[in-house]
């Protein structure tokens, strides 16, 4: 344990199952811990990093934005909130937004829009039903939402939330009933091991809502921002929600959420029903700005798009046949890596190979790197990764 760690031992709350190296510095999709050992980073901060580390754009937004100004008021419109708004609805093909914080603050700004909607069209006290093995962040509602595991210690439970089984049409329709006020699904499960939201499942979905007034909220939190191949996930199923969230990646490391919503939706907000200190200050939309402007250029939604297809055949190649391996599982660059057994062996394992990834839901590796790593970065974690099962469980 390095002087750090002993000081985030001691004074930081004891939240997080730290790894044993202090980060110090990061370099495209490369970091160099506080020992100057370097690593391959294929978690990206939890698919925040979009960009890699130190990304020419990143660092011009935010040496030519903070000297002017890093806070204002939310009295008062500034510049690049204005911009960024009408370049985050242009690109997402909604019709306003708010921005917040976190990921947490945007899933719970949507059940507030949510809500509220209804209540403005004679629907009191209505549910949201959530899909199991869910995760929208940690907040009371989110976790309510949400595994129960993260609710035990926790109790009460807000009311008003109701579970259905993801990629289940029937079970969802049971669930439906006269109280229920929106839908909300991750288009891709993140913690629950990267699961996906069947294609057809989510177009019949979206049919439901439409024909019954139901809000479709979907959480792109983790994988939206390009890091499908698509700006948001859900774009393959060619729907749209009345409710989108985001954060993560919509920054490229600086922290941000946003909550977006169709015209009718937003509509029934008004001042005073929901806000935030720091949402949307001009230091993080100009970094905002600069993040939604790379990853829409040039072929950039391709080219990650491809990597993505490059990524699951090379696995599949290298380690499908793997006994230990259960299931491979993605889009684009967000990956799961389904073991037999626990994934966390594996995953200490790659970290002493210098690389970085994480383990999720018990057994599955999870790889979501930056949107800028190449076929050799690919190449080298699955190299890794097949090292690093074969030598655990063989």
């Known amino acids: ?112 829009v949510a809500r509220k909607y209804q209540y403005k069209n004679g629907k009191e006290n209505c549910d949201i039903i959530s899909m199991e093995n869910s995760f929208h962040g940690r907040t009371i509602a989110t976790i309510a939402m949400g595994k129960e595991k993260y609710q035990e210690g926790f109790h009460p439970m807000p009311n008003g939330f109701v579970k259905a089984k ?11 009933n006269n109280k229920t006020g929106a839908i909300i699904i991750e288009t891709i499960q993140g913690e629950g091991g990267v699961q996906l939201a069947d294609i057809n499942y989510l177009k ?13 909220i979907l959480d792109e939190v983790q994988c939206g921002i390009g890091r499908t191949g698509f700006f948001f996930a859900y774009e393959i199923a060619d729907i749209r929600p009345d409710i ?73 190649t290298e380690i499908g046949s793997n006994p230990f391996v259960k299931n491979i599982r993605g889009r684009g660059l967000m990956v799961g890596v389904e073991l037999s057994k626990d994934s966390k062996p594996v995953v200490l394992k790659m970290l002493d190979k ?21 076929k050799n970065d690919i190449d080298k974690v699955v190299e890794v990764l097949k090292q690093s099962i074969n030598e655990i469980y063989n």
Request: net charge negative; charged share 20%.
């Open 166 to 176: 993801l990629n289940d049409i029937e079970d969802l329709r049971s669930k439906i």
């Open 244 to 316: 989108v969230c985001t954060a993560k990646g919509i920054a490229a490391g600086f922290p941000m959420g946003a909550v977006a919503a169709i015209e009718k939706v937003a509509s029934a907000m008004q001042p005073g029903n929901h806000g935030t200190t720091f949402g949307g200050g001009p230091l993080a939309s100009a970094v905002a700005i600069a993040t939604i402007n790379e990853i829409t250029s040039g072929n950039f939604l391709a080219t990650v798009k491809e990597n993505g297809e490059y990524f699951l055949k090379k696995l599949n």
């Open 204 to 216: 019949e979905v979206r049919s439901i809502c439409t024909e019954h007034d139901i809000l479709l």
């Open 1 to 112: 344990m390095n002087k750090y760690q002993k000081l985030d031992y001691e004074y930081h709350f004891p939240l997080y199952n730290r790894y044993p190296i202090t980060l110090e510095r990061g370099e495209g999709s490369n970091v160099w811990d506080t020992d100057g050992n370097k690593y391959l980073d294929a978690l990206s901060g939890i698919a925040v990093n979009s960009l890699g580390h130190n990304h020419p754009s990143i660092i011009k937004a935010i040496v030519d934005q903070a000297p002017k100004m890093m806070h204002a008021s939310n009295f008062f419109s500034t510049p690049q909130l204005a911009e960024l708004s009408e370049l985050f609805c242009k690109t997402t093909n909604m019709d306003k937004v708010f921005f917040c914080n976190s990921g947490a603050e945007a899933t719970e700004g949507a059940v507030k």
């Open 354 to 374: 210098k690389v970085i990834a994480n383990s999720t839901s018990d057994v599955v590796v999870r790889i979501v790197p930056p949107l800028i790593f190449t």
